[in-house]
């Protein structure tokens, strides 16, 4: 499955070159057609499901021939559908609903993290971080239906025809413990496994405290990046925040966390020294625990 929120913006941009093209105004074209001008908008903005009625109906009017016409009407049954988050977005919660959904389809997908990655949590690390993190939820929000989706999620890493993987965690993450110790050793130990295991398609970079990053431009939050096969699809670029992530398909904002994430490379570990390095901290975290007992 295509990611319904990446096809609704390729539409969006697919009917804004059609209108353009034919010297059409949005007003000009809504009263044409028969439909509101806003609702244009809406679709022209990419914020609505589209409707296969309406699409034709513009397409009809713009007199698209029949190669266009089978592409951008593909585009929108796409944009139209409802992956399988959408049966308990309100369980799992909206901000997981929609990685799920830039997720779905993707050809690769690479973030840095301030927080050990969820693509990669164990099922003990990330119930504790949803008891810690008792920010705005739903009132249907349930723990359990959350901790499923998680797993659904981690699925798309696994499976054939799945798209690479990349992350770069900040060296804060590994060494502040965001669970009990013996937790925390158990996930560094899985991203070791992890990244051994499946480095073909799966790479995990550490980035230093101590590193300099080219041109000292700092990252303020955690943010991801999703490109998709389809090269007419927009890179997408979802960038955390503390109520509402922003999702970002401009090419002119994409560009700057784009440039961001390489200066990032450039200034992290190589794969293999960060292997090391998770391996030599879960080492330590077993003789913490140890003392602790």
Do not use: C
């Not at 139209?80 to 919660?93: I, N």
């Not at 804060?172 to 398609?201: I, T």
């Not at 700092?218 to 699809?233: E, I, K, L």
């Amino acid at each position: 499955m295509i990611s319904p929120y990446v096809r609704r913006h390729r539409l969006a941009t697919e009917l804004i070159r059609l209108r353009e093209e034919h010297g059409y105004s949005t007003q000009r074209l809504g009263t044409a057609v028969g439909i509101p001008r806003q609702r244009i908008s809406q679709l022209q903005n990419g914020h609505v499901r589209p409707n296969d009625d309406e699409i034709m109906r513009i397409l009809n009017v713009l007199k698209v021939g029949d190669r266009r016409w089978e592409q951008i009407t593909t585009i929108a049954r796409e944009a139209g559908e409802r992956g399988w988050w959408e049966k308990f977005r309100d369980e799992m919660g909206p901000s997981q609903a929609l990685y799920a959904d830039l997720e779905a389809g993707a050809r690769s997908i690479a973030e840095y993290q301030t927080l050990l990655p969820g693509l990669l949590q164990i099922p003990e690390f990330t119930e504790v971080r949803m008891r810690v993190n008792r920010g705005p939820r739903p009132e249907d929000f349930d723990p359990t239906r959350a901790l499923e989706a998680r797993q659904i999620r981690q699925r798309i890493l696994h499976r054939d025809g799945g798209p690479s993987y990349e992350v770069i965690i900040d060296e804060l993450a590994v060494r502040r413990h965001a669970a009990p110790p013996e937790v925390v050793r158990a996930q560094l130990d899985h991203l070791v496994q992890v990244g051994r295991e499946r480095k073909k398609k799966i790479t995990i970079r550490i980035l230093p405290i101590s590193a300099s990053l080219p041109g000292y431009v700092v990252p303020g939050s955690p943010f991801f990046t999703y490109r998709y096969p389809d090269p007419g699809d927009p890179v997408v670029v979802a960038v955390e925040m503390v109520r509402r992530d922003l999702v970002l398909t401009d090419l002119a904002e994409t560009s700057q966390y784009l440039d961001l994430y390489r200066r990032l490379q450039q200034a992290a570990l190589t794969p293999d020294e960060s292997l090391a390095f998770l391996a030599t901290v879960a080492e330590e975290l077993s003789d913490y625990a140890g003392n602790r007992r």
